[in-house]
């Protein structure tokens, strides 16, 4: 016979209430700062390698290409990653104000 134990039930998990609107915006400029920065960085890097073109054999030409791309595409992406952080972040605060200004009998239990 094969001892058969029933599974267990998961734990309810109690619902956390939304960090406030000032910490929300303030890593909402947090992570636009970085957003901008990386941004400035981008631009000077692909600048930089727009002025000065890769020389060499045909292996270091497509080598130094593809780094070139993958530097690029790395504080691209990076750029866009804290950007869309910084979004997300504005609009917590937003439905956190909401929230608080709906309900403000649950801020008062806390």
């Given at each position: 016979?094969?001892?058969e134990?029933p599974?267990p039930?998961?734990?309810?998990?109690?619902?956390?209430p939304?960090?406030?609107?000032l910490?929300?915006w303030?890593g909402?400029?947090?992570a636009s700062?970085?957003s901008f920065a990386?941004?400035l960085v981008?631009?000077?890097?692909?600048?930089?390698?727009?002025?000065t073109?890769p020389?060499?054999n045909?292996?270091?030409?497509?080598?130094?290409i593809?780094?070139?791309?993958l530097?690029v595409g790395?504080l691209?992406?990076a750029?866009g990653?804290?950007?869309l952080?910084?979004?997300?972040?504005?609009l917590l605060?937003?439905?956190?104000?909401?929230?608080?200004?709906?309900?403000?009998e649950?801020?008062?239990?806390?």
């Open positions: 016979m094969i001892n134990t599974d039930k998961p734990e309810e998990i109690p619902e956390e939304l960090p406030s609107p910490r929300c303030s909402t400029a947090v700062s970085m990386a941004f981008t631009r000077k890097v692909i600048t930089n390698f727009a002025s073109p020389t060499g045909d292996l270091a030409l497509r080598i130094a593809t780094v070139r791309t530097v790395v691209t992406m750029t990653v804290f950007g952080i910084a979004l997300g972040l504005l605060g937003v439905k956190s104000l909401l929230e608080s200004l709906k309900n403000p649950s801020e008062e239990a806390s």
